[in-house]
T-cell receptor, first 116, second 112 residues
Framework: GAGVSQSPSNKVTEKGKDVELRCDPI?????LYWYRQSLGQGLEFLIY????????KSGLPSDRFSAERTGGSVSTLTIQRTQQEDSAVYLC??????????????FGPGTRLTVL | KNQVEQSPQSLIILEGKNCTLQ??????????LRWYKQDTGRGPVSLTI?????NTKSNGRYTATLDADTKQSSLHITASQLSDSASYIC???????????FGRGTSLIVHP
């Protein structure tokens, strides 16, 4: 496929469980972002990967959140000991290398996480 | 603090009518502004991008304007269609930053 893909599309879990969300970026895109979209809120930046550079983790809300990107391609966002407030849509986006310019981010369809 | 405010929060119009969505920002220094369309259950898709020197840009029935002096942008939709029902998100990027600032979006519903 030519676009960004994410899996699963929906995830329902119980409070306290760990979850892993996957993102497959567009081939050749070196930049990858994770965002969280809560109901009625704007997209909240979580983490940014650029090539082999150290990721910018400044948006991660707590140490229960972590992400990795293997081989500069697929990325996994892990949430440990999930809480009800973690319920949201998690969006992944990729782009060519960006340094603040007019580079477009291409978004995946998102993973809707529901924590019971 | 960089902020993007959008209005109205929601809008209902009849098919065929025009509408205008507003975006005010305090992002500095300004680099560019994008309007995204997000259909329910999908990721946002870029409609237009505006840079500092651009005042107006069209993409089919969508026309975006930018006033860099007042830090305002608008998205005008002409002859609305049912498929225009979506959330429209204004996104502003500061110069030298790779993290854009997102507005909360305007939810547009087009009724037949």
């Amino acid at each position: 496929g030519a676009g960004v893909s994410q899996s699963p599309s929906n995830k329902v879990t119980e409070k306290g469980k760990d979850v892993e969300l996957r993102c497959d970026p567009i081939s050749g895109h070196t930049a990858l972002y994770w965002y969280r979209q809560s109901l009625g809120q704007g997209l909240e930046f979580l983490i940014y990967f650029q090539g082999n550079s150290a990721p910018d983790k400044s948006g991660l809300p707590s140490d229960r959140f972590s992400a990795e990107r293997t081989g500069g391609s697929v990325s996994t966002l892990t949430i440990q000991r999930t809480q009800q407030e973690d319920s949201a849509v998690y969006l992944c986006a990729s782009s060519f290398r960006t340094s603040g310019g007019a580079v477009e981010q291409f978004f995946g369809p998102g993973t809707r996480l529901t924590v019971l | 603090k960089n902020q993007v405010e959008q209005s109205p929060q929601s809008l209902i119009i009849l098919e065929g009518k025009n509408c205008t969505l507003q975006c005010n920002y305090t992002v500095s220094p300004f680099s560019n502004l994008r309007w995204y369309k997000q259909d329910t259950g999908r990721g946002p898709v870029s409609l237009t991008i505006m840079t500092f020197s651009e005042n107006t840009k069209s993409n089919g029935r969508y026309t975006a304007t930018l006033d860099a002096d007042t830090k305002q942008s608008s998205l005008h939709i002409t002859a609305s269609q049912l498929s225009d029902s979506a959330s429209y998100i204004c996104v502003v990027r500061a110069g030298g930053s790779y993290i854009p600032t997102f507005g909360r979006g305007t939810s547009l519903i087009v009724h037949p």
